[in-house]
């Protein structure tokens, strides 16, 4: 069975962006660590889950950076991955979801549910934040692959909310860059 790998940046106090959706705390640059991380994350998944919002944000962001000819050629890389890969989007709004995207036909407990019947690698769910809650809501998430930066906004959108029973987590692997940035995978206990 196909597993659900959520991948998040998040700061040390929590949260996965600023109260109004500020993201400006994760410009912090750490080549090595992009490269590390996101062939990892390549080898394990052949599928994007989203939210529209941060589909519409992804999907803007990587063409801009596959056409930018200054752009270093590991991320041009990683932008045409992105770009390439199957992507489901959960939207209540959305109808036209792009090239290589498909529009969830349920709800996500249920859509979850059958991608994970299916044959293939895992899928990673890249957000956003109200996804991100759903899915940890509903215990669909088989790994948590974060991003932890060290810093700290005191106030924003947490990763953890509104949990019906308490979530232990088991590390699996942890690394630490020089940029000060942590990679952390855990499974649930």
């Known amino acids: 069975m196909r597993k659900v790998i959520l991948f998040v940046n998040i700061t040390i106090d929590g949260y996965l962006s600023g109260p109004n959706g500020e993201l400006d705390w994760m410009m912090v640059p750490d080549p090595e660590m992009n490269q590390t991380f ?37 991320l041009v890389d990683f932008a045409h991955w992105m770009i390439k890969t199957p992507k489901v989007v959960f939207s209540r709004s959305q109808s036209d979801v792009g090239e290589n995207a ?20 895992g899928m990673v769910l890249f957000g956003g934040v109200d996804t991100v809650q759903q899915f940890v809501q509903h215990g669909l998430v088989d790994e948590y692959w974060i991003k932890l930066y060290p810093s700290a906004l005191g106030e924003g959108r ?14 699996v692997h942890s690394k630490t860059y020089d940029s000060g940035i942590v990679t952390l995978r855990y499974t649930p206990a």
């Open 102 to 121: 498909r529009l969830a036909t349920a709800d996500i407990p249920e859509e979850i549910a059958a991608l994970k019947a299916q044959p293939g690698k």
């Open 38 to 74: 996101t062939d990892e994350l390549r080898a394990e998944v052949d599928t994007i889950v989203s939210g529209r919002i941060a589909h519409q944000a992804l999907d803007a962001n990587f063409r801009a950076q596959a056409a930018d000819t200054a752009s270093p050629p590991a």
């Open 158 to 171: 947490p990763l953890f909310t509104d949990l019906q029973q308490p979530l232990n987590l088991t590390l």
